[in-house]
């Protein structure tokens, strides 16, 4: 019996999708992209964006190495034909990082041989490509899970660069085209996080309010997210508006991000 075949039918309201509180949270979540194939690389990565995670590509081995000691990862899903003979090393250094990041091994044709080693040597889930990108999510979202679940924690690295402008979240720092730049609030800094983790996204006040409230003290009201975006607009001096207002709907960063 298939498993679709062996769950029950359910109400109309049943199937209804489970609230966000219950499912692990995509929104600011790391994810490195590490193969050869640039097309199936750009496929994921459109549709990992789409779902709030940020994403790098990398298509060779210095650029993976680079990253995996200059910032923090949640997933990496990674052909070891990037790698070539160095393969087996590079699963070493993955173990010995300080805060490794799961790990899904995809690669043409999998054999039974293929998985096992693959686990043996680390890996958290191993897929055959090609594979469609709607089950690279659900493998990603497993893990992320899974991490969250067993209280792993997960950090944000990087810089994000948007519009005419940078921002280094662990710092706080904002800095300008021209050289300038400054230190934000943490209020301000969380509240921009959460902008440039779902860059041309419509945010709505509630979810704002949720995503800054351990940072806004007693004053958890609507108001108050009005109140920090406007703080937060009056910082961000660039040359064109980085927040704008969608009428009874909430905020969106409408500028492409990108995380070095």
């Keep these: 019996m298939s498993l679709h075949a062996a769950i029950p039918p359910h109400s109309a309201t049943e199937r209804e999708a489970p609230p966000p509180s219950v499912r692990p949270?995509?929104?600011?979540?790391?994810?490195?992209?590490?193969?050869?194939?640039?097309?199936?690389?750009?496929?994921?990565?459109?549709?990992?964006?789409?779902?709030?995670?940020?994403?790098?590509?990398c298509d060779d081995l210095p650029h993976l190495l680079s990253r995996l000691a200059n910032a923090a990862w949640d997933v990496l899903v990674l052909d070891p034909a990037l790698a070539g003979a160095a393969a087996t090393s590079l699963f070493g250094e993955l173990a010995r990082l300080p805060?490794?990041?799961?790990?899904?091994?995809?690669?043409?044709?999998?054999?039974?041989?293929?998985?096992?080693?693959?686990?043996?040597?680390?890996?958290?889930?191993?897929?055959?490509?090609?594979?469609s990108p709607a089950e690279m999510l659900a493998r990603v979202r497993a893990?992320?899970?899974?991490?969250?679940?067993?209280?792993?924690?997960?950090?944000?690295?990087?810089?994000?660069?948007?519009?005419?402008?940078?921002?280094?979240?662990?710092?706080r720092v904002l800095r300008r085209r021209d050289g300038?730049?400054?230190?934000?609030?943490?209020?301000?800094?969380?509240?921009?996080?959460?902008?440039?983790?779902?860059?041309r996204r419509v945010l709505s006040r509630e979810e704002l309010l949720a995503g800054t409230a351990p940072v806004l003290g007693s004053d958890r009201s609507l108001r108050a997210i009005d109140v920090l975006v406007s703080r937060?607009?009056?910082?961000?001096?660039?040359?064109?508006?980085?927040?704008?207002?969608?009428?009874?709907?909430?905020?969106?960063?409408?500028?492409?991000?990108?995380?070095?």
Aim: net charge neutral; glycine share 8%; hydrophobic share 45%.
């Design 25 to 57: 949270p995509l929104v600011g979540r790391r994810v490195l992209l590490a193969d050869p194939d640039r097309i199936f690389m750009l496929g994921l990565a459109q549709h990992f964006e789409q779902e709030g995670l940020q994403v790098c590509r």
């Design 143 to 171: 893990l992320l899970g899974r991490r969250r679940s067993s209280g792993a924690s997960t950090t944000s690295g990087g810089t994000a660069s948007f519009a005419d402008l940078s921002f280094d979240p662990q710092r």
């Design 232 to 260: 937060l607009r009056a910082e961000l001096t660039a040359a064109v508006p980085v927040i704008v207002t969608m009428r009874g709907q909430g905020y969106m960063m409408p500028h492409q991000v990108r995380w070095d």
């Design 99 to 131: 805060s490794p990041p799961a790990l899904i091994v995809a690669a043409p044709a999998m054999s039974e041989i293929d998985r096992i080693i693959a686990l043996e040597m680390g890996a958290d889930h191993c897929v055959s490509k090609p594979c």
């Design 180 to 199: 300038g730049q400054q230190r934000l609030s943490t209020a301000e800094a969380d509240l921009l996080a959460l902008f440039l983790r779902n860059p």
